[in-house]
């Protein structure tokens, strides 16, 4: 993918969103492409994580327990794995659709957060709506 494209594709995503052109564009320069078949487990629960997946196309499903919620574009999947060494992944995450996107390494994750506060601000509010959404969905029914 060139580069405006990538941008584009980044841009989009709304965690990114707001990131100024120079943090996107280090962003860029670091994130993978990937693709995954309806059908493919993205992430296993109980393994470690090493990275963040961000979908630009196609539908994924996080399941905890009885549990689910559903992923789309823009949507990020494994981001805690970003940010703690030892963690490994509560739920598993499995394409329901053909998927794209891109996927950022935690190595180089926080390469970029050590230089751009942005992309750490940006990221901390991911992981606040992500906590909330975890938590309701654990909550409901009780």
């Given at each position: 993918?060139?580069?405006p494209?990538?941008?584009r594709q980044l841009?989009?995503i709304p965690?990114l969103?707001?990131?100024?052109?120079d943090?996107?564009?280090r962003?860029a320069e670091?994130?993978s492409d990937?693709e995954?078949?309806?059908g493919?487990?993205l992430?296993?629960?109980?393994?470690?994580?090493?990275?963040?997946?961000?979908?630009?196309?196609?539908?994924?499903?996080v399941?905890?327990?009885?549990?689910?919620?559903?992923?789309?574009?823009?949507?990020?999947?494994?981001?805690?794995?970003?940010?703690?060494?030892?963690?490994?992944?509560t739920?598993?995450?499995?394409?329901?659709?053909?998927v794209?996107?891109?996927a950022?390494s935690?190595?180089?994750?926080?390469?970029?957060?050590?230089?751009?506060a942005?992309i750490?601000?940006a990221?901390?509010?991911?992981?606040?709506?992500r906590?909330?959404?975890?938590?309701?969905?654990?909550?409901?029914?009780?």
């Amino acid at each position: 993918m060139n580069d405006p494209d990538r941008l584009r594709q980044l841009r989009a995503i709304p965690m990114l969103a707001g990131l100024p052109d120079d943090a996107l564009a280090r962003l860029a320069e670091r994130a993978s492409d990937f693709e995954a078949p309806a059908g493919r487990v993205l992430v296993q629960a109980n393994e470690p994580g090493s990275g963040v997946f961000i979908l630009a196309s196609g539908l994924a499903v996080v399941e905890l327990g009885t549990k689910s919620i559903e992923c789309g574009p823009g949507d990020c999947i494994g981001e805690l794995a970003l940010i703690l060494d030892d963690v490994v992944h509560t739920a598993r995450v499995r394409a329901t659709t053909d998927v794209r996107g891109i996927a950022i390494s935690r190595k180089d994750f926080t390469e970029l957060l050590e230089t751009d506060a942005h992309i750490a601000g940006a990221l901390l509010r991911v992981l606040a709506r992500r906590l909330i959404a975890a938590d309701s969905m654990l909550t409901v029914g009780k």
